[in-house]
């Protein structure tokens, strides 16, 4: 049975403003841990296994000291999740290295309408005219203000197509997940990011070579303190930010969490301008208007959704109290009926 429970608009918003500024945070940490003008710390995939092995230490410390319940989920889902959630990580790796950032952004963007897609074909899920138009808009905006050059070839298309249908069946499961085995956001990563972080330290110094042609045990050999407070500031952000999805994705859906997680493109652009002299023409600040517009829309057609749905009658599942004594005396004159025959 589906452990269902009312959650306040102040939580709700607490949970979309931890994702965001997680986000944003963790974005402007790599920047600097990851450019040329910083630590050169050029391997994505291993640090992204860090940041689930220090969420995986924060969840196995919670579960012994009895802060949070452990709940069964077969070792199948979590493994299969687990693939499906690294293919996620190294396509989008791939496909940043073999495609031009235009058409990574458009990949990127294209998960909103094969997250709706996907959820119609798997969960039978109908949207209304009025999100369709807010989810169009959204695109539209993100899209003007982040889409530059577009230059793609073969490989690197078939990268993109892996990562954007990974990326968005793994956010529809983290869903379908906590509803089916009643369990909450910290449960399931608790219990999926063990086999990520285990299997991205494997694999990740290979993809990494692959992608950079350096190796990270050279590179922790001259590695600096600096380099090092700034992967440790990443993992931290990491654990609120993964916190933060699943949480964001369990209470409202996994099409929420991509329109309005895009209020991130929104703040990194903004926060890239301030603090990194990053050039914002008017293209980009148009594009930010119509996105973030978009993202009001959205917001209204979900209420609107909302609202109609708690309107429509529901059919009665059980009896009232005089239904059930009238019930009560018929089978009682069914029984002395029978004693006299």
């Avoid at 995939?45 to 000291?65: E, M, P, R, W, Y």
């Avoid at 600096?226 to 994705?249: D, E, M, T």
Wanted: hydrophobic share 50%.
């Amino acid at each position: 049975m589906e452990n269902e429970k009312k959650t306040s608009p102040v939580s709700d918003m607490g949970a979309w403003a931890m994702n965001v500024i997680s986000s944003v945070g963790i974005i402007m940490a790599n920047k600097q841990l990851m450019s040329a003008n910083g630590y050169s710390f050029t391997f994505a995939t291993t640090l992204t296994g860090f940041h689930f092995a220090v969420t995986a230490l924060v969840g196995f410390v919670s579960n012994s000291t009895g802060y949070t319940a452990s709940k069964h989920v077969p070792l199948w889902e979590l493994l299969w999740f687990s693939i499906v959630a690294n293919m996620s990580i190294t396509g989008m790796n791939l496909s940043l290295m073999l495609n031009s950032v235009g058409f990574y952004q458009i990949s990127k963007l294209s998960m909103i309408p094969v997250v709706c897609v996907m959820e119609w074909i798997l969960h039978n899920k109908r949207y209304s005219k009025e999100v369709k138009v807010a989810v169009v808009v959204v695109v539209i905006g993100v899209g003007v203000c982040t889409v530059t050059d577009v230059k793609v070839n073969a490989k690197g298309f078939i990268c993109a197509c892996v990562a954007v249908l990974a990326t968005s069946l793994q956010q529809i499961s983290i869903g379908s997940l906590q509803k089916k085995y009643s369990v909450s956001a910290f449960e399931l990563l608790s219990k999926t990011a063990p086999i990520q972080a285990l299997s991205l330290l494997v694999f990740g110094p290979f993809i990494d070579y692959y992608l950079s042609g350096r190796l990270i045990s050279d590179y922790m050999k001259t590695i600096s303190s600096g380099a090092i407070i700034f992967i440790l500031i990443s993992c931290s952000l990491a654990v609120f930010c993964n916190i933060s999805q699943y949480l964001c994705i369990g209470r409202f859906s996994a099409v929420s969490f991509q329109v309005l997680g895009h209020m991130k493109t929104v703040c990194v652009l903004t926060l890239g301008w301030l603090l990194f002299d990053s050039e914002l023409t008017f293209k980009n600040i148009l594009g930010m208007l119509v996105a973030v517009a978009g993202m009001v829309i959205y917001s209204w057609a979900v209420e609107v959704e909302k609202a109609a749905t708690k309107t429509i009658p529901h059919p009665k599942h059980s009896l009232t109290e005089e239904e059930l004594n009238l019930l009560k005396d018929g089978l009682e004159k069914d029984y002395e009926l029978g004693e006299s025959k």
